[in-house]
């Protein structure tokens, strides 16, 4: 008779059998042999698969995110205009110079800190599907739970890093947008508001999504 106490979970997952849309064979297996072993919950590696695809996907967006900063990276006139140069009595465009220099401050920086948080957000989170498959790979289940539970404040730092980047960048293009649209006059900032009008619709959406998806999924 078969001892499901002695054999390694490790064995069993190595034998899982997989079909399309089903569970795979061998979960009852693996759920006997952990209840054998004194667990309560065996390792499903499907599951494990779809965290890891999750955690891709965050990288995937971040560097998409970061090419995009950096091409409006490229189209930011790093210069602040000297108003000593415009005639006194000019007070229109005094003032518009003084605005394009604050508004030219803004974008340099939220761009800079888009660049710098999808940079983050795609390292750390294409390293911890990295190594996490590669411990699954190798059949390491044990070492890829350990690794994936050390690593948790890695990961939540890297979600607040692609948070950043995704509200920097909404910043930084409207500004650029802005400061690259100033032959079209007054018309220009009709549409600052409109962009500035639609990305505050996006975070709207944006930060609902989160809510729900922290109240719903993690809030256990």
Do not use: H
């Not at 989170?125 to 190594?131: D, G, N, R, T, V």
Request: with cysteine.
């Amino acid at each position: 008779m078969l001892n499901l106490a002695t054999i390694p979970v490790k064995t069993a997952n190595c034998l899982l059998i997989r079909s399309p849309g089903k569970q795979p064979v061998s979960y009852a297996l693996s759920t006997a042999i952990a209840l054998a072993k004194g667990g309560t919950q065996p390792f499903v590696m499907d599951r494990a698969a779809l965290r890891l695809d999750g955690l891709s996907a965050y990288a995937i967006v971040a560097s998409i995110l970061l090419n995009a900063a950096l091409i409006v990276y490229g189209t930011i006139l790093k210069e602040v205009k000297d108003t000593k140069y415009i005639y006194p009595n000019d007070v229109s465009a005094i003032k518009t110079t003084q605005i394009e220099n604050i508004i030219t401050i803004v974008a340099s920086f939220s761009n800079v800190i888009c660049i710098l948080s999808a940079v983050y957000t795609t390292l750390v989170f294409s390293l911890i599907a990295l190594y996490s498959k590669t411990a699954l790979g190798l059949g390491l289940d044990s070492q890829f739970v350990a690794f994936f539970s050390a690593t948790s404040f890695l990961r939540d730092s890297g979600f607040r890093a692609f948070i950043s980047a995704l509200v920097s960048f909404q910043i930084s293009f409207i500004s650029a947008v802005f400061l690259s649209t100033s032959k079209l006059g007054n018309a220009r900032w009709i549409l600052a508001w409109c962009g500035i009008f639609g990305s505050m619709l996006s975070s709207l959406s944006l930060f609902q999504i989160l809510g729900s998806a922290k109240s719903l999924l993690f809030s256990s």
